[in-house]
């Protein structure tokens, strides 16, 4: 008879552990999760305000004027592209967004390139760059070389990741920006503006 | 300098100097070491600024006044 109860009482302990067992490990995988230690930063909201002042200073003194009162003003710089072959193309490079390349002839948008510099350094838990810094690294990258950047890319129709719409629009403020400019200029050359 | 969260100075000294020198070149490789980019703002005709990417010390034109170092790119999205 006891021995009977104890090979039940066995096998009901060993069913039971089949059965609960993975819940057990969950259960401790959780409470292990909880009780890690993570690595945290202190939260400074002034940080990456400060960080982003001086990434546009650096970016202010490598573009030159015209490409930094672009930013500035739009948000975005032209890059003329050097290859092409005797067409003339350009890209539009944003923070953190595609670079956008196109015809500036005629407005048609012909690739996104999707392109990341990440800080692996993580100097603040965060390998995204400030937003001129991420300008800075893809104007350097373009106009230094220009197809080791768009062989490092992934290359796309556009409207995958930027609206078209939002691009044309954008290419429609620059040339009104342009022609402000030129007309600044002119009025200043006839010295009807202070320089 | 590199950016990254701001403008970081790594090294700085003339290179006309030989001790100097070294401690650029040194600074130099390991930041190419760590994977990153360097490059040298340029003033070319009529006020057009580029970069001159540099893979090596000795390409860095002599009177340049600064390198800066970046992330290499990687495809994302």
């Known amino acids: 008879m006891l021995l009977a109860l104890s090979a039940t009482a066995i096998v009901i302990v060993v069913l039971l552990w089949e059965v609960m067992a ?15 230690v993570v690595p945290g930063f202190d939260h400074d909201p002034g940080r990456e305000r400060r960080a982003e002042q001086r990434a546009r200073q650096l970016l202010k003194s490598c573009v030159n004027e015209e ?31 595609p670079i956008i390349a196109y015809l500036p002839q005629t407005g048609v948008l012909l690739n996104e390139y999707c392109v990341e510099f990440l800080d692996e350094e993580r100097p603040y ?15 350097m990258a373009l106009t230094g070389d220009e ?17 078209p719409k939002m691009v044309r629009r954008d290419l429609w403020r620059l040339s009104q920006w342009e022609r402000r400019r030129i007309a600044g200029d002119r009025r200043r050359d006839a010295g009807q503006l202070p320089a | ?40 703002p340029l003033t070319c005709s009529a ?13 860095i034109p002599r009177d340049a006044d600064r390198v800066i170092f970046f992330p290499r790119a990687a495809g994302g999205c």
């Not at chain 1, 197809?147 to 609206?163: C, E, F, K, T």
């Open chain 1, 125 to 139: 838990g965060s390998r995204r760059l400030p937003d001129s810094d991420d300008v800075l690294a893809k104007w």
């Open chain 1, 22 to 36: 993975p819940t057990v490990a969950e259960w401790w995988e959780r409470h292990r999760a909880r009780r890690a």
């Open chain 2, 47 to 59: 006020g057009r600024r580029e970069a001159q990417m540099v893979k090596s010390f000795e390409e």
């Open chain 1, 147 to 163: 197809r080791r950047l768009i062989d490092s890319a992934n290359m796309h129709l556009p409207g995958r990741q930027v609206d």
């Open chain 2, 1 to 40: 300098m590199k950016p990254g969260h701001g403008e970081v100075l790594i090294a700085e000294g003339d290179p006309e100097v030989t001790e100097e020198e070294r401690e650029l070149i040194e600074a130099f490789r390991a930041q190419l070491d760590l994977g990153m980019w360097a490059a040298v």
């Open chain 1, 67 to 97: 490409e930094w009162a672009m930013y500035r003003d739009l948000g975005f710089i032209r890059v003329w592209g050097r290859g092409g072959e005797g067409v003339e193309y350009a890209y539009l490079i944003y923070p953190h967004k």
